[in-house]
């Protein structure tokens, strides 16, 4: 698995995909769907798919392919060399998405949340397969949301599909199991290797699990808590966990918009707007204004403003 092509740019989505088997392209499929790293308030979501011919479905079982949340990471890296190496007859795609892709999807004006994007992600990634020329004839997901609703959607998508949603399925069907393995191994290497383009110095990877009620987690984001410009993109500053941390340790800065004066808002809260320090220079009042705002951004190394 390269993971290069994220590695270069972790602050987007990114697609890995393996070759497509031929036999892919004139039997009759099934594919499993999988994800790994929907709760973490660190580090990105994984969105896995596995497919085979229909005719291997028993061989794929014999591989002893799991619920990628029952085994030890040897046995997922085990795994999914098995699967790897299979390539004759399976063939995966996976879909990584940043914690700043999650984080600015579910923050934006038109409202978009994690189970939107996690069925748009699984649609794009079928749609992908179909693309490729994979044969697909049944389609298995584990749900995200209400069972039924999603494979209704799903159905409807993919006319002439056999789709089967269900709860757990990474535990009822060999070929979700394999897109659940691939997903968390991608997942995994990405975490452990992340490369952090902030100018952090040395940074501690004792981060525990990523799970917001990890004490470990909970203490590294303490600590890499920037008062004015937040956490680096490893983080998804969406979560309640690390908004609820900015709030109360992080400076209050209001930012002028459309449906409030931002200077009314500021001066309400004893403290000055962002404009305040450009509009000072451009009406003749304060002019070391335009030099200390010079200075504020000048002073401070910041390599992606997505961060805010």
């Known amino acids: 698995m390269d993971l290069s092509p994220f590695e270069a740019n972790n602050s987007v ?42 005719s291997k479905k028993e061989e794929l079982k014999d591989s002893k392919v799991a619920d990628s949340k ?17 390539k004759s007859y399976v063939g995966w795609a996976l879909q990584i998405l940043s914690p700043n892709t999650i984080s600015t999807s579910m923050l934006q ?15 794009d990634l079928i749609q992908y397969a179909l693309d490729s020329g994979v044969q697909l004839k049944e389609v298995f997901v584990d749900t995200v949301g209400p069972a039924e609703k999603y494979e209704q959607k799903l159905s409807q998508r993919f006319p002439g599909i056999d789709v089967t949603v269900r709860p757990k399925a990474d535990s009822l069907f060999p070929i979700v199991s394999a897109a659940s393995i691939c997903a968390k191994v991608a997942r995994d290497r990405v975490v452990k290797g992340w490369n952090f383009t902030e100018d952090l ?34 983080v998804r500053f ?14 209050t800065v209001h930012w002028d918009d459309d449906e409030e004066a931002g200077e009314k808002a500021a001066q309400r809260q004893n403290n ?3 404009l305040s320090y450009f509009s000072a220079a451009v009406g003749g009042g304060d002019q070391s204004a335009p030099h200390q705002t ?15």
């Open 13 to 54: 989505s990114c697609r890995l995909v393996s070759q497509i088997p031929d036999v892919c392209r004139t039997e009759d499929c099934c594919l499993g769907i999988d994800e790994a790293g929907r709760g973490p308030v660190l580090g990105p979501m994984v969105y896995g798919i596995c497919f085979c011919p229909v």
């Open 70 to 86: 029952t085994l030890s990471e040897e046995e997922r890296e085990n795994l999914f060399q098995k699967l790897d190496e299979a």
């Open 109 to 123: 004006r038109t409202k978009y949340n994690l189970n939107a994007l996690s069925h748009d992600t699984a649609i």
């Open 201 to 234: 110095g040395e940074v501690d990877t004792d981060y525990g699990s990523g799970y917001p009620n990890d004490p470990k987690t909970k203490a590294w984001l303490l600590k890499y808590l920037d008062p004015v410009f937040g956490y680096p993109q490893f």
């Open 238 to 251: 969406s979560w309640s966990t690390a908004q609820t941390l900015m709030d109360s340790k992080a400076v």
């Open 272 to 274: 000055r707007s962002m």
């Open 294 to 308: 010079h200075r504020f951004f000048t002073e401070r190394k910041l390599k992606s403003v997505d961060a805010l």
